[in-house]
């Protein structure tokens, strides 16, 4: 089972501000298969970037991914009110289908 | 616009049994695969099982496996997830999620969940 390790657990940061999230998985992810979701309290979460660098239809561009291999890094430019929430990996390149164990951005 | 809607969580008992459903709409259905993934309280993510797009090759988690069934009916838009042999560590809130399934598999639009709650 390749295991996805987030960090940090908990990110305090104010709006306007950069954030970068990291996800490290203990096997090489193939083919950049790593995607990011971010949820908020009480919904559902929401797909942001899959292929490791594709953001989702509707995602704004202020969300990038990059990475390959093990090391992989959500980076949001700007913070809005709206980001901050939890954020998950997740791979998808060998079986089982795993994800992070998640970080939190909070104000 | 994509919409799934779960039902038929509740409380049971460990051991008990007990049958998700998903309504899906706003996409062709029977062209996607579908995907169970679980969040226990307070938890993070849990992948649960996934099934393809057509006849439906399936797949489980090591941790429901040969206690869980996935299944779809087609005409009927509908993903469901047989739950048998409940234990205590299902307790999770239970997404259901349309697949995209290009060599390997993430999950583009998800429902609100479904509470399963097993407890004496």
């Known amino acids: 089972e390749n295991v996805l390790t987030q960090s940090p657990g908990t990110l305090s940061l104010s709006p306007g501000e950069r954030a970068s999230l990291s996800c490290r998985a203990s096997q090489s992810v193939s083919s950049t298969y790593l995607a990011w979701y971010q949820q908020k309290p009480g919904q559902a979460p929401r797909l942001l970037i899959y292929g490791a660098s594709n953001r989702a239809t509707g995602i704004p561009d202020r969300f990038s991914g990059s990475g390959s291999g093990t090391d992989f890094t959500l980076t949001v430019s700007r913070l809005e009110p709206e980001d901050f929430a939890f954020y998950y990996c997740q791979q998808y390149g060998s079986a089982p289908l795993t994800f992070g164990g998640g970080t939190k951005v909070e104000i | 616009e994509v919409q799934l809607e779960e039902s038929g969580g509740g409380l049971i008992q460990p051991g008990g049994s007990l049958r998700l459903s998903c309504t899906a709409s706003?996409?062709?259905?029977?062209?996607?695969?579908m995907s169970w993934v679980r969040q226990a309280p307070g938890k993070g993510l849990e992948w649960v099982s996934s099934?393809?797009?057509?006849?439906?090759?399936?797949y489980y988690a090591d941790s429901v496996k040969g206690r869980f069934t996935i299944s779809r009916d087609n005409p009927k838009n509908t993903l469901y997830l047989q739950m048998n042999s409940l234990r205590a560590e299902d307790t999770a809130l239970y997404f259901c999620?349309?697949?995209?399934?290009?060599?390997?598999?993430?999950?583009?639009?998800w429902g609100q969940g479904a509470q399963v709650t097993v407890s004496s």
């Open positions: 706003g996409f062709t259905f029977s062209s996607f695969a």
């Open positions: 099934i393809g797009y057509g006849v439906g090759s399936t």
């Open positions: 999620a349309q697949t995209i399934a290009t060599g390997a598999w993430y999950f583009a639009s």
